[in-house]
């Protein structure tokens, strides 16, 4: 039995990433060697994925109306609430952090009417409720058994088929149902905004955006924030092109740039004009071949996929959560990056949960006072310090002084090979994205 006279220590509540797909807390993917230097309890969370977390059908009275991937993180939050106290942690400072879809889970969470009093601060990395993937199709099940062999039926008939089938069967059968991963199209097993249904409350069944607006949610202190060149996680895309050369088209129709959710139909004049407007951009109107435009690629994937999204919460949330936002970007271009693997400068999306955790690091040991140690032993000082005391500036900074977000400064901290403070660099970007979001409104003509 542990000292009751002991102090409780923060709690620190990890969701991890992988697309609402793969991923889980193994060890040998989340070390938590580095985060275990500081006096905090850390908790890392499984949750059900694919078919299995994210199913649903459009007759709620069968009680599939999603989300239920996000039920387990809740269930887990309401057992760490209750039995946290057995490991020296303190049930009323916990904090929740969590990385790309892991990041959307807690947002998503943070916006629901079912978390209240079950953490106290958020820190997400590079993913948030507003992205356009962070919104699924509704078809997934009748995709899925159609590839089992049911081509027709009443949800009724679906539901049934599929809870006949062995778990190994619908495990890689899912991988089966395609979807491109792409603005324009919602992709399959992902979160979606539940339908009311007799018997279950939904997690989220409402527009994001139109919660934080109305500023009925649960408000927490935050941390939010993104790697410097999210976009080099579309590299794939290029090395999956057949005998790309140096004339090989990039991108071939602009209008699958257009998120989903502003409903622009492709093809209308509204949706050209902005398709345009996204060549002309990026791409000086010019045909974006490998050759040439390789790093504007990575920029507008990198800003339609994650930073557009990231800001505009951010933006959002400061009118009404009533608590400090913290906005960071992380830089380094280390030993440690796991992720980036084309050989260009900065952080890739996911590399900086390589400073937060030991995850398949590329080097056994850290060596004592290079970039890669003292960007773990900042990064750790900064996310534990927020999650002791809402404040991530401590004396250790004396000469660095992160301040919140504010109405007219999106105040940041950059965590490269120095610490540095700022106002967020990549405004304009922004601002593009935002004209963009805003005609939607229009009546799809110019």
């Known amino acids: 039995m542990l000292s009751r006279n002991k102090a409780l220590k923060p709690v620190m509540v990890w969701i991890h990433g992988g697309a609402f797909q793969v991923g889980s807390t193994t060890t040998e993917l989340y070390g938590p060697e580095f985060l275990l230097t500081q006096d905090i309890v850390l908790v890392t969370v499984n ?52 990385e790309s879809s892991g990041s959307v889970s807690i947002h998503y969470l943070m916006l629901s009417s079912l978390v209240e009093g079950l953490f106290h601060k958020v820190i997400m990395h590079s993913g948030c409720a507003l992205h356009h993937w962070a919104e699924g199709t509704r078809n997934s099940m009748r995709e899925l058994a159609k590839i089992l062999g049911l081509s027709s039926g009443s949800d009724k008939d679906i539901l049934e088929f599929l ?25 399959h097993f992902y979160p979606v905004f539940e339908k009311l249904s007799p018997n279950i409350t939904p997690v989220i069944s409402e527009n994001p955006a139109k ?43 602009f209008e699958h740039l257009i998120p989903h959710h502003l409903n622009i139909p492709p093809g209308t004049p509204l949706s050209k004009y902005i398709a345009k407007e996204i060549k002309s951009y ?6 974006p071949t490998l050759a040439k435009h390789k790093t504007a690629y990575y920029e507008v ?29 992380f830089a380094v271009d280390g030993e440690l990056n796991f992720y980036k693997e084309n050989g260009l400068p900065g952080a890739a999306h996911s590399d900086d949960v390589c400073y937060l955790f030991k995850v398949g690091c590329r080097v056994d040991k850290v060596v004592e006072n290079s970039l890669e ?74």
């Open 47 to 98: 949750y059900r994925l694919g078919a299995l977390g994210f199913s649903c059908l459009e007759d709620s009275t069968l009680g599939v109306t999603g989300n239920n991937g996000l039920r387990d993180i809740l269930m887990a939050l309401k057992w760490i609430k209750a039995n946290i106290k057995e490991f020296l942690g303190n049930p009323e400072n916990i904090t929740l952090f969590g």
């Open 163 to 187: 809870q006949q089938q062995p778990i190994e069967v619908l495990h890689d059968a899912q991988l089966k149902v395609k979807s491109s991963v792409s603005p324009h199209i919602k992709r």
């Open 211 to 253: 919660i934080i607006a109305s500023g009925k949610y649960y408000k927490v202190p935050m941390i939010i924030g993104y790697t410097s060149s999210e976009g080099y996680f579309f590299d794939y895309k290029i090395k999956n092109m057949r005998k790309p050369n140096s004339n090989t088209l990039l991108i071939e129709n």
């Open 282 to 287: 990026y791409f000086n109107d010019e045909e």
């Open 301 to 329: 994937f990198g800003d339609v996929f994650f930073n557009y999204g990231l800001v505009s919460t951010a933006l959002r949330h400061l009118e009404t959560l009533g608590h400090p936002i913290y906005y960071f970007r």
């Open 373 to 446: 140690d003292i960007t773990i032993q900042r990064m750790v000082k900064l996310w534990t310090n927020f999650a002791k005391s809402g404040n991530p500036n401590s004396e250790e900074f004396k000469n660095i002084n992160w301040k919140p977000i504010e109405p007219t400064k999106l105040h940041y901290l950059d965590i490269g090979e120095n610490l540095s403070v700022g106002v967020y660099p990549e405004y304009e970007k922004f601002i593009f994205w935002d004209k963009i979001y805003k005609m939607k409104d229009l009546p799809g003509k110019l």
